[in-house]
């Protein structure tokens, strides 16, 4: 029943722009804050974005930081992560995760470990 799938992968060129989705069913987002992860071939897995349970806290990779934006709307029980002036160095295998946040002061922050939910993941290609 409870499943995350990431969706809007793709190829696109240098400097184009790229909105991932993340689809969350059996959940109440409200208590979850939500991450997204990278993994390109040959690399260890990264962070790259997440947003706390209440919405009011974000984060960034730096290699990101200025390009990227995630966003959540629980009442589609879904998030995003908009992807402006892609570079081929963006290339990987996109991850959407979900941690649960059962007390009330984790609500306003987020981080990159110990999540509970994983999707299967969605290629982005960066490439001319």
């Known amino acids: 029943q409870s499943q995350l799938v990431e969706s809007g992968g793709g190829q696109v060129q240098p400097g184009g722009s790229l909105t991932l989705s993340c689809g969350a069913s059996g959940f109440i987002l409200d208590y979850y804050a939500i991450v997204w992860f990278r993994q390109a071939p040959g690399k260890e897995r990264e962070g790259v974005s997440c947003?706390?349970?209440?919405?009011?806290?974000?984060d960034y990779a730096d290699s990101v930081k200025g390009r990227f934006t995630i966003s959540r709307d629980n009442a589609k029980y879904t998030a995003y992560l908009q992807m402006n002036s892609l570079k081929p160095e963006d290339t990987a295998v996109y991850y959407c995760a979900i941690d649960r946040q059962d007390d009330i002061w984790e609500r306003g922050t987020c981080g990159y470990s110990d999540m509970d939910y994983w999707g299967k993941g969605t290629q982005v290609t960066v490439s001319s």
């Open positions: 947003i706390s349970s209440s919405g009011k806290t974000t």
